[in-house]
C-alpha cells in the first residue's frame, strides 16, 4: 500500500527553504545533486461519485489517498548518476530510482526529506534556446514514483553540490547532416515524454516514448540548403528513411566550444519551412518544423 505521510508542517518547510537537492540512493552510496526547484510530491484523493439512489443527487466519497508527481529543475551541473537516470529513461530499459528530495537552508544544513520509491522519469523539458537570450539554462525533469513519504532530516550537503556549471540558454549548437545550420537563432522548448501505468502492486510499468518535434528558427540569408531539402523531402516525396538525416544538439560552456552536455538526434525529417511573422512584412527569418524519430542524451565528454 502506497504510503503518504506529507504533512502540512513538512511542505511548508520546503517552500521556505533555502536549497533543494535531489538524492538517489540511500547511505554511503547515496548520491546528490543540487536542484533550482521542487515541486510536486503532494497528497490528494480523487472524488468517486456514486450512482444515483433514491436521492436527486449523486452520492460522493473520496478513493484511495495518491500523490503529485515530483518535478525539479536542475542545471547540467547534475551528477552523473541523475545523468545517467534521465538518459536511460529515454531507452529502452529505463530504470527505477529510490531517493529523496531534500530541502536545506540557506547554510545546506538539511531540514526535511521528501523520500520516493520506484521512481520513473515521465517528462524532460529542454528550455527555449535563443542565441538572445541571457536566461540560466535549467532542465525540468519529472517523475512518477510508487511511495512517498516526508519527514524530518538532518546532514549537511558539501559545498562542492553548489558549484554549478555556468550554462546559459543561449549557448547552444544544431547540427543536421548536409544542412547549413549556422544562421539557426532559436530552438522552442520541447518535452520528451514517457508513459506510465502502475500496476496491481503499485510498481510503475514503463510505456512508449514520446520524441517531440523540434521548432527552429533561422535567418533568410544562408538558408538555400533547408529550402533544397523541404524541396526534396516533402514537395518532391523523397523521404522514406533513406533520406532521414542525423544530426544534435550540443548545450556549450560560455566559450561557446566547449561541449557540456548533447542531444544525438535520429532519423530527422522536415515537415515545414515558413517566413517567420514580422511586423513590418519583410521576410527575415524562416521557421522549420522537423519531426525526430529517437534522441539519445549524451554525456559531457561523449559517452551515453
Not at 7 to 32: I, P, Y
Amino acid at each position: 500500500m502506497t504510503q503518504l505521510t506529507l504533512s502540512a508542517v513538512v511542505a511548508r518547510a520546503l517552500a521556505s527553504s533555502g536549497h533543494f537537492a535531489l538524492q538517489l540512493g540511500s547511505g554511503a552510496n547515496a548520491d546528490v545533486s543540487l536542484l533550482e526547484s521542487s515541486a510536486g510530491g503532494n497528497v490528494f484523493g480523487e472524488v468517486v461519485t456514486e450512482p444515483n439512489g433514491p436521492e436527486p443527487f449523486p452520492k460522493k466519497h473520496l478513493g484511495p489517498p495518491q500523490h503529485d508527481d515530483l518535478v525539479v529543475h536542475v542545471g547540467l551541473s547534475m551528477s552523473n548518476a541523475l545523468f545517467d537516470w534521465i538518459a536511460g529513461a529515454w531507452t529502452s530499459q529505463p530504470q527505477t530510482k529510490d531517493g529523496a528530495v531534500l530541502a536545506t537552508d540557506f547554510n545546506l544544513d538539511v531540514k526535511t526529506a521528501l523520500a520516493f520509491g520506484g521512481a520513473l522519469i515521465t517528462e524532460m523539458t529542454v528550455p527555449t534556446l535563443d542565441a538572445a537570450s541571457k536566461d540560466t539554462g535549467l532542465l525540468a525533469v519529472k517523475f512518477s514514483s510508487s511511495t512517498v513519504a516526508a519527514a524530518p532530516a538532518s546532514g549537511k550537503l558539501s559545498l562542492a553540490f553548489s558549484k554549478q556549471k555556468l550554462w546559459r540558454t543561449s549557448n547552444f549548437r544544431l547540427q543536421i547532416a548536409g544542412i547549413d545550420c549556422t544562421r539557426v537563432s532559436k530552438i522552442e522548448s520541447f518535452t520528451v515524454k514517457r508513459e506510465v501505468v502502475t500496476d496491481q502492486t503499485s510498481s510503475l510499468i514503463p510505456g512508449d516514448i514520446d520524441f517531440p518535434n523540434l521548432t527552429i528558427t533561422l535567418s533568410q540569408v544562408g538558408s538555400q540548403t533547408w529550402h533544397a531539402w523541404h524541396e526534396d523531402f516533402v514537395l518532391n516525396g523523397n523521404n522514406g528513411e533513406a533520406f532521414e538525416r542525423s544530426g544534435s544538439i550540443s548545450f556549450l560552456s560560455p566559450d561557446l566550444k566547449t561541449e557540456l552536455s548533447r542531444i544525438d538526434l535520429r532519423n530527422v525529417g522536415i515537415m515545414r519551412l515558413a517566413p517567420a511573422p514580422t511586423e513590418s512584412g519583410q521576410v527575415t527569418r524562416l521557421i522549420a518544423e522537423l519531426y525526430c524519430e529517437e534522441m539519445v542524451l549524451i554525456h559531457p565528454g561523449g559517452g551515453p
